[in-house]
């Protein structure tokens, strides 16, 4: 049981460059989310999904964009890379009903450096 | 903004207990508390949650005071691999919110 993948682990990017990180999780869970960290600093989420077809935006959602398709994708995007989204992104997965507390699961990261 | 409280860094000698607090007085009758840790820059891992009972598994114990206003997570016998930032989070069905955590060190 793989858990959450995120590829790739480690990026360098150009100024103004795009790329998509992905995120894929085989447990079935129905909420996923992208948290970005900086050095030094706490997890902040940039976007959230509770199912697919269904997104929504978190504390730091700019310049970046995501969807969600299919249950076990969510792909997170930077359209144009700037200096500021040079951080640590990590992708998390959940699954939630009624009744049911479960906890979230997180990937091991993607290391963004755009230069 | 996060919704814990909790020490900057602590210390604890390898084979003790370490005894992680955590203030969280604005907690909804609906939220859990959950605890993970993250090593180094890897991902966070999960170690336990509860609501209003204590809570025992194969990492940690979670104690609840019996007005929710605060927990203590107990990891009984630390390592020197238990080394990490330890986050105290207080969540429903809403995403996680993460603060600065404690630094926990393990010295040997």
């Known amino acids: 049981n793989a858990g959450v993948t995120q590829t790739p682990k480690f990026r360098i990017l150009k100024i103004g460059q795009s790329m998509t990180l992905q995120c894929t999780q085989d447990?079935?869970?129905?909420?996923m989310y992208w948290y970005r960290q900086d050095p030094g600093m706490g997890l902040k989420l940039i976007y959230y999904?509770?199912?697919?077809?269904?997104?929504d935006k978190g504390e730091v959602p700019n310049g970046y964009n995501v969807s969600r398709s299919t249950t076990e994708d969510f792909p997170l995007r930077l359209e144009l890379a700037a200096p500021s989204q040079t951080s640590v992104y990590f992708c998390?997965?959940?699954?939630?009903?009624?009744?049911?507390?479960?906890?979230?699961?997180f990937g091991d990261g993607t290391r963004l450096s755009i230069l | 903004d996060a919704k814990t409280t909790q020490p900057t860094s602590m210390d604890c000698a390898e084979g003790r207990a370490a005894n992680l607090p955590c203030n969280h007085s604005?907690?909804?009758?609906?939220?859990?508390v959950y605890w993970y840790r993250q090593i180094h820059s890897q991902g966070p891992q999960y170690i336990i949650h509860?609501?209003?009972n204590n809570e025992t598994n194969e990492m940690a114990s979670l104690i609840i005071t019996e007005d929710r206003k605060s927990s203590t997570l107990i990891l009984p016998h630390a390592t020197l691999r238990d080394t990490a930032v330890y986050y105290c989070i207080v969540s429903g069905n809403t995403p996680l919110v993460f603060g600065k955590g404690t630094r926990l060190s393990v010295i040997a």
């Open positions: 999904s509770v199912g697919a077809g269904i997104t």
């Open positions: 447990m079935n869970h129905n909420y």
């Open positions: 998390a997965s959940r699954n939630w009903d009624r009744g049911s507390n479960q906890p979230q699961h």
């Open positions: 509860g609501l209003k």
């Open positions: 604005t907690i909804s009758g609906n939220e859990y």
